[in-house]
């Protein structure tokens, strides 16, 4: 059992499941730990088709994330970004490469990048 009481959540418009496969293919000891669907109950409320991809839990480096496919009506913006502790310049030019493939390349600025996502890194 984590020791770690904080879970990041990733707000999503249908991509949790895509954005969390992303994420554990490019960080070492990482892996998607559950994924709950949509079922039937509540339709008329969510609008999902049962069996659709609600909540995608995973670890990245052993901490814990969930992406929730929530809608359209939140996107991500500068004001929360991630840091990640490099040991030295070959490993930041290796996130930098793959955070950055289909980001945003205004973002792109000042040591920081947009992923395809748009999350800030």
């Known amino acids: 059992m984590s020791l770690n009481k904080i ?3 990733l707000w999503s418009d249908g991509q949790a499941e895509e ?11 990482s892996k998607i730990t559950h994924v709950q669907r949509y079922t039937e109950a ?3 409320i969510h609008g999902q088709e049962p069996g659709s991809v609600l909540v995608v839990e995973f670890e990245l480096n052993e901490y814990p994330f969930v992406a929730l496919n929530g809608g359209p009506q939140v996107k991500f913006n500068e004001s929360i970004s991630f840091q990640i502790d490099c040991a030295n310049q070959d490993e930041v030019d290796y ?3 793959k955070l950055g493939e289909g980001g945003d390349e205004a973002k792109r600025q000042c040591r920081w990048l947009a992923d395809k996502f748009g999350v800030s890194w």
Do not use: D, L, R, V
């Open 7 to 9: 879970t990041t959540c």
């Open 19 to 29: 954005a969390a496969n992303y994420y554990i293919s490019i960080f070492k000891n």
């Open 42 to 44: 509540g339709k008329e």
């Open 95 to 97: 996130y930098w490469q």
